[in-house]
């Protein structure tokens, strides 16, 4: 089982969009229905990888700004 090509095809995606994993940054992915996410942390020593899935419901986010950012507090 290879447990890290998850995380590998997610950093290779943050790469091919931001040129690179930029520490102290998080980096959110989800899927179209907004049941399931990820999100990709790089914490300037190495990269976490946090998943969640909801049975019910789903993940609600607000817009992005003009930059296309989301800041989180």
């Not at 399931?36 to 993940?59: C, E, I, P, S, Y």
Request: glycine residues 10%; charged residues 20%; aromatic residues 10%.
């Amino acid at each position: 089982m290879c447990i890290g090509r998850a995380t590998d095809t997610l950093l290779a995606r943050v790469v091919q969009i931001f040129g690179s994993a930029q520490p102290h940054h998080a980096y959110r992915f989800a899927n179209a229905r907004g049941s399931r996410m990820k999100v990709l942390v790089n914490d300037g020593f190495g990269l976490w990888l946090v998943a969640r899935r909801l049975h019910q419901g789903r993940f609600v986010w607000p817009a992005p700004t003009a930059e296309g950012r989301l800041v989180l507090s």
